[in-house]
């Protein structure tokens, strides 16, 4: 399995959505919500995806990722059997070197909007964008696992 290492923030706005240069659809259901290992099934456009990752490490910014595509109505019949699910639109917003992953959450996490950032190593600098809000990396009540099971309010800086 690959190493992830991402960092995740809650947002000031969506301003982000006038610097973003593409979006898409997104519904992803857990077939296993194990501490030690999540397995998702994910629709992302016209695409299916399957994707296992690891338990995360002490301060939630990394974890080992295995994904694959899958034929989309496959990812859909899975889908159908998923009690946990999050719908989402995805937006991609260049900020200096990196690629901001900026969630929108529809459905009881209406409102709830993530910033994730990729990284290759957790002490990597990037340049941080006017509308990112607290750093929420580690808090497992943002892992998109956890978001699927219960209802997060927007969470405004304080």
């Not at 859909?76 to 937006?91: D, I, M, N, Q, S």
């Not at 969630?103 to 996490?109: L, T």
Request: aromatic share 8%; charged share 35%.
């Amino acid at each position: 399995m690959a190493l992830e290492i991402e960092r995740k923030f809650l947002l000031l706005g969506q301003e982000f959505k006038q610097e973003a240069y593409d979006r898409v659809e997104i519904r992803q259901g857990y077939l296993s919500l194990s501490p030690e290992r999540t397995v998702r099934v994910r629709t992302r456009g016209d695409k299916g995806f399957l994707t296992i990752k690891g338990r995360s490490s002490d301060d939630g910014l990394s974890r080992e990722e295995w994904e694959r595509e899958i034929p989309l109505a496959e990812a859909e019949e899975l889908l159908a059997g998923c009690r946990a699910v999050v719908e989402k639109t995805r937006y991609l917003v260049r900020v200096g070197r990196h690629t901001f992953e900026v969630d929108e959450f529809h459905g009881s996490n209406e409102g709830l909007l993530l910033a994730e950032v990729e990284l290759t190593s957790p002490d990597e600098a990037f340049e941080r964008p006017a509308w990112l809000g607290r750093e929420v990396t580690g808090e497992k009540a943002y892992y998109n696992s956890q978001i699927a099971l219960r209802t997060l309010k927007k969470e405004e800086e304080r």
